[in-house]
């Protein structure tokens, strides 16, 4: 009898490691991973985000906690693609994806092994566009595709009238504009709103400042001087505090959270002053006054680009003058002897120099174009606080 109870617990013995070692590192708390899912649903939902996204992205979230691994990532389906967009526009590219599915997977993958993939990631990230690389890289195709074949087939149109040789450029006009507007779309704008975000957390930024030394010196806590930025009507500034927040509260060091905010901003001066309270923290010293000085170099920085700014628009009102009042005046002048009937048999001074086509152009063209250049110059040294 002992030896087949010592038999028996062998066998036992063994199927109890065996199971053990089948799911090592997949004995997770079942309950534990709803809990972060309900807590990380509560929280989209509170900044807004689509039910489907959340569903989404919780659903990721359980495979990668309780299988303890990525899931596959899958755009064969509309939902895929649109889970992150409220556009109607969004939802008919989406539709497109299918028929052209493995050219645009080839230019997917070509991207992400690129180092523009990564360039438009963090443009997506910095810019807050709620919407997955492959979401975005796979939208930005179709569109660029759809305005390439209709331009070339306006310039197919047209060729046909003017020379049916010229119809041979079409594969390469097809080609080029395809490129140009997948630049623009996936990569240009993305990269201008992140900017914008950037310009706009300036113009907010020395108050901030102010109420964070503020709150300090009245001896709250880092923490809760944070979210109380993210929860006061900053703008954008608000809104990136309250993602380093939602870090904070998700498990992320407050170092930590802070830094991935000053990574991911366009401001150069909202940076300066996070890595300030960063290493303030790692060094240890006055906070709060740490953070005055910082607001004090950023408003003597506003100050100092708009003085400048003034000083730049002088010399640019000079010209402007000039070429607004004096010298169409002085064509019109010009133009008018040039074509004055002055020699005996009333014949023209200068005929042909200043011709009524010759004036149409410079007064219909080449000026407004000399306007319009000059006008976005002075909106591009503008300061935007």
């Given amino acids: 009898m002992d030896s087949k109870n010592s038999k028996k617990l062998e066998i036992l013995k063994k199927e109890v490691y065996k199971t053990k070692d089948d799911n090592d590192g997949l004995n997770v708390d079942l309950d534990a991973v709803q809990n972060i899912v309900t807590k990380m649903k509560k929280k989209s939902s509170a900044q807004g985000i689509s039910s489907n996204v959340s ?22 389906t509309e939902a895929k693609l649109i889970g992150s967009s409220e556009s109607k526009f969004d939802k008919q590219l989406a539709r497109l994806y299918k028929p052209f599915k493995k050219i645009i997977n080839w230019m997917v993958k070509l991207v992400l092994n690129n180092k523009l993939g990564k360039s438009i990631a963090f443009n997506l990230y910095s810019a807050n566009i709620k919407r997955s690389l492959v979401q975005h890289l796979v939208l930005s195709i179709i569109f660029s595709l759809i305005i390439s074949l209709f331009v070339t087939a306006l310039a197919a149109i047209i060729f046909t009238f003017v020379n049916l040789l010229l119809l041979v450029t079409l594969p390469f006009i097809l080609v080029g504009l395809f490129v140009i507007f997948f630049i623009v779309l996936a990569y240009v704008i993305p990269l201008q709103k992140a900017n914008k975000r950037g310009i706009l957390i300036d113009i907010e930024l020395p108050f901030a400042l102010r109420h964070l030394a503020t709150e300090l010196q009245a001896g709250i806590g880092l923490y809760k001087t944070i979210e109380s930025l993210a929860k006061n009507d900053y703008g954008v500034l608000s809104n990136e505090i309250s993602r380093t927040v939602l870090e904070i509260e998700n498990g992320t060091d407050t170092k930590t959270a802070l830094r991935h905010t000053a990574i991911r901003s366009k401001s150069k001066n909202f940076n300066i002053a996070l890595f300030h309270i960063i290493r303030t923290l790692n060094t240890g010293g006055n906070l709060a006054e740490s953070i005055n000085s910082v ?58 120099i200043m011709s009524p086509t010759l004036l149409g152009i410079i007064y219909c063209l080449i000026m407004p174009i000399l306007f319009v250049c000059i006008i976005y110059y002075i909106k591009m040294i503008e300061p935007k606080t």
């Avoid at 607004?324 to 009937?341: D, G, M």
């Fill in 55 to 76: 569903e989404g992205h919780l659903k990721e979230l359980r495979d990668i906690i309780s299988e303890g691994k990525l899931a596959k990532l899958n755009v064969d």
């Fill in 295 to 352: 607001a004090d170099n950023v408003s003597f920085e506003l100050m100092e680009s708009a003085k400048i700014f003034g000083e730049k628009m002088n010399f640019f009102g000079i010209i402007f003058i000039f070429m607004a009042i004096v010298l169409p005046v002085f064509i019109a002048v010009l133009a008018a002897i040039a074509n004055a009937p002055i020699s005996q048999d009333g014949t023209a001074f200068l005929p042909g």
